[in-house]
């Protein structure tokens, strides 16, 4: 059974439940569980390599003593103890004295966790179509990708609008270009999943990490902040699976509630990669954090004025932004002119309609810039489709092999059918709008569109009054033939004419045969 089944199956058990009410209620439900589930599943690994592991949890409460036999607890004596003894005590969780210990991560989680159903025997249900699922498998990641997508969609059915799934390709392709290196601090601001994250960190272990001390720094280096619950449960959920063994530095937080001002040099960061929510609004008194001149509700404006701020000189990030911020004026243009002038703004890469599909079909760019230094040109790339699509689907996703030419270009940038740049003066002069189509487009005449060279129009005396040359002439033909023609069209007419006269005179009969 796929995940995607299993979760609807899971989804379908909790509609028959009267205390869970909505999409919404169901997916939080699903989280906690889930977590329990997966954060178990990692203690069995710990335990394989660590013969004097102790788990945090008490034993009575771990997944493996009350949720894994699909003949054990169940009914009423299974919702008596998540209602009165799960719940009551993963709240209360106290890390050791004077410690920080992933005490703290499943305290956190239970804070804002609910359990919403009321009938035991449901419950028993959805652990048993849990337990299905094995995230020590070698695919546990992508499973948990699905997982996402599968919950993400739902939100979406539920009315929770700016919560897009970032494609993998995208995700990977972002994170490859930024090339981060083992040791510099990363943070994803809005880090929804953590799927940025969990890319950065398969990206450094695979080629960076060879020594335990390797690891440690590494476990170190990787932050998150999600505004949301249940993407913050999920974080911290994904994180757990690839190795960070005590997340504590995912909060459960609003990056943007923070004044700007209280950002000093103990916050800033090597890295951010990330893709904020576009297209929402900020509630009433966030942008009073934030200056004057850059004050607005729009939640990506907000966090691409922060980024800058807190990225340490040097520092590089990837972050993905709607054409709406590339081209609008008023506070958006003094947010580009700032990060122009205090960084290096050296790509844009131009992803075509339906990345991001079924989410939106918002088109979307991904800016590279590095803090430290101003903005002399833009490199721009039009990522095309591959050949023969018209667009992106559920069925037909953006691949990563799709962004090897723009990594065989990165690197040995030259102009292209694809690639164009503009020096930061044109953007200046065009009072900062980014949204600059690819000059290099090729045009084609047809039936409605044609060029004309400016020395023919000066040769005419300017006049632009140019008649579509494509449009085809009907030749008015030879005279003599024409007449020809003419005579005997007439002449066909005259005959069918009588012969119309005649059928009508028989039809009536002779007036003399009838005495008139």
Known sequence: MSVSTTIKAIQDIMRKDAGVDGDAQRISQLGWMLFL?????????????????????????????????????????????????????????????????????????????????????????????????????????????????????????????????????????????????????????????????????????????????????????????????????????????????????????NTLARPLKDYGPRDRVDLVVTNPPFGGMEEDGIESNFPSAFQTRETADLFLVLIVHILKEGGRAAIVLPNGTLSNEGVKTRIKEKLLSECNLHTIVRLPNGVFNPYTDIKTNLLFFTKGEPTKEIWYYEHPYPEGYKSYSKTKPIRIEEFEQEKGWWNNREENEHAWRVPVEEVVRSNYNLDIKNPNTPVEENEHAWRVPVEEVVRSNYNLDIKNPNTPVEENGDPVKLLAHYRAVSAAVEETREALKAELMASLGDPKQNGA
């Open 37 to 253: 589930k997966i954060f178990d599943d990692r203690e069995h690994e710990y335990e394989l390599l660590d013969e004097g592991y102790s788990s945090p949890i008490p034993e009575r409460l771990r997944w493996r003593n009350w949720a894994a036999d699909d003949e054990g607890i169940t009914g009423d004596a299974l919702l008596n103890f998540v209602d009165n003894d799960l719940f009551p005590s993963l709240k209360a969780l106290q890390p050791p004295l004077g410690g920080v210990g992933v005490e703290v991560v499943i305290r956190s989680v239970f804070d804002d966790s609910y359990n919403y159903m009321k009938n035991g025997t449901l419950i028993r249900q959805v652990a048993n179509k849990i337990n299905k699922i094995d995230f020590n498998s070698s695919s546990d990641r992508h499973l948990f990708g699905d997982i996402y997508e599968k919950i993400l969609k739902d939100l979406q059915s539920a009315g929770n609008a700016g919560e897009f799934y970032t494609p993998r390709a995208v995700t990977q392709f972002m994170v490859d270009m930024v090339n981060p290196q083992l040791g510099e601090v990363v943070l994803d601001p809005a880090c929804g999943t953590g799927g940025f994250l969990a890319c950065t960190i398969d990206n450094i272990r695979s080629s960076q990490v060879k020594t335990v001390e390797d690891e440690a720094l590494l476990q170190q280096s990787i932050h998150g902040i999600e505004k949301k619950q249940l993407p913050h449960l999920l974080c911290t959920t994904n994180m757990m699976l690839h190795g960070i063994d005590v997340p504590v530095q995912i909060r459960h937080d």
